[in-house]
Structures are given as structure tokens and as C-alpha cells.
């Protein structure tokens, strides 16, 4: 029984030397957002999350959230996930689109104001000033969410392709999709949460001051912690 214990205690005193010699990860930076009328975003960290395989098994739909908002890196990083620039030299996107026309719009609404994401330049820039969250579905947890994403596909993308409106309507609502499972991904790869909803409130095209005849509402999105 003494011999037992002790080997107990050797490996014991083992395990904290191992635990003392290996190396310290640097811990994720947290920059609050500051809600200027423009939010230039930190480069997204590619270092960080999981596998892919180990996101595709974490992921699910989330309908609770923290108030607490998202720093600048999570911000950063969903965004870029959502409709960033991935290519440079011709400024493709994150996520695919039907023959690369990029007709999706997207659109951050917290609870300080609504912005649109431009990919060149990774930034956002303030549309609304206010509290407009309900704006971004019909939900509870919507108007609590620390962040909803609107997705809006500009038809006049397709004006010169003779395509019939409700294939180019289609065909948006794919690319939405694709935006959408970006941000799925990432949130479940790196900790945080989402869900992607099917619709925005009826005044939301409204709200962005967008004609409902050139713009429609192609998907929305939760996200928070």
C-alpha cells in the first residue's frame, strides 16, 4: 500500500512540472467597441479556433445570449468570416457567390446603431443611430442579442444579366446562405454564438432606407456569447 501511494505522489509532482514547463498561451486580445460613426476593424486573427471538423460538430443554433458585448477581434473575426476579402488581388469574399457578382449587403445591428460592413477596408459605417435591434427579427432573444446580422441582396447587382427575377431572388438567397454558414462556423469554432433566421422584421428595408424594389431581405442572423 505505501509503495502504491508513493507512486501516486510521483506522478503527482510529475504532472505539475509538466503543467509549470509548458508554454503559456497568449490569451485572445479584448478591445471594447467604441461606436464612432465609422468602426475600423483589427486584420481578423487567423491563428485562433478549432478544427474544421471540430467546428462542424460544435455547431448549433443558439436562442440565448449574454448581453455582453463582442470585443473588436470577435466583431473582426465574424465579419471577416461573413463577407471578408480572402483573395486581395480580385477582392473575393469569404463565402461563395453565383458567378462572384456579391449581390449581399451586410448589415451589424447592436444596440448603439445599425451599420453596413465594407469589406474593402474591413469596416462598418454607421446607417442609424439607436437601439434598433427589433429591426432585425420578430424574435425575443433578437432584441437582447448583442449583435444581429441582415443580410440584404441588391437586385440591381444582376441588371445586366438575363436572368428572371425570382432565379436572381434564388440566387441570393444562396449567397445569403453561404454568408450565414461562415459565421455558423466561426462562432462555433472559436466560442461564441449564433443562429440564422429567415426573416427581418417587415420595416426593416424601411429602417435602412433601401427601396423594396431594388433590395430585398435574403437572411438574418444572431450572434453574442
Not at 116 to 130: D, F
Request: glycine share 6%.
Amino acid at each position: 500500500m505505501k509503495t502504491l501511494l508513493l507512486a501516486f505522489a510521483a506522478l503527482a509532482m510529475s504532472a505539475c512540472c509538466c503543467n509549470q514547463n509548458a508554454p503559456e498561451v497568449e490569451p485572445l486580445a479584448a478591445t471594447p467597441i467604441e461606436f464612432a460613426a465609422e468602426i475600423v476593424l483589427p486584420a481578423p486573427d487567423l491563428t485562433r479556433g478549432v478544427s474544421i471538423s471540430e467546428a462542424l460538430q460544435n455547431r448549433r443554433s443558439w436562442r440565448e445570449y449574454s448581453p455582453e458585448q463582442l470585443s473588436m477581434e470577435e466583431l473582426s473575426g465574424v465579419l471577416w468570416a461573413a463577407a471578408g476579402i480572402n483573395r486581395p488581388e480580385n477582392d473575393h469574399l469569404t463565402a461563395p457567390s453565383a458567378m462572384a457578382l456579391y449581390p449581399i449587403r451586410v448589415y451589424a445591428v447592436f444596440e448603439a446603431g445599425i451599420y453596413r460592413y465594407e469589406a474593402k477596408g474591413h469596416k462598418l459605417v454607421r446607417v442609424v443611430e439607436g437601439d434598433q435591434r427589433a429591426v432585425a427579427g420578430t424574435q425575443p432573444f433578437v432584441v437582447t442579442a448583442p449583435l444581429n446580422l441582415i443580410y440584404v441582396a441588391d437586385l440591381s447587382t444582376y441588371a445586366e444579366r438575363p436572368i428572371p427575377r425570382e432565379k436572381v431572388k434564388y440566387l441570393c438567397g444562396q449567397d445569403a446562405a453561404g454568408y450565414a454558414e461562415n459565421v455558423n462556423l466561426y462562432t462555433a469554432g472559436t466560442g461564441l454564438r449564433s443562429i440564422t433566421r429567415g426573416n427581418a422584421s417587415p420595416n426593416a428595408l424601411e429602417v435602412l432606407g433601401l427601396e423594396a424594389e431594388q433590395y430585398f431581405v435574403a437572411l438574418a442572423q444572431s450572434v453574442g456569447k
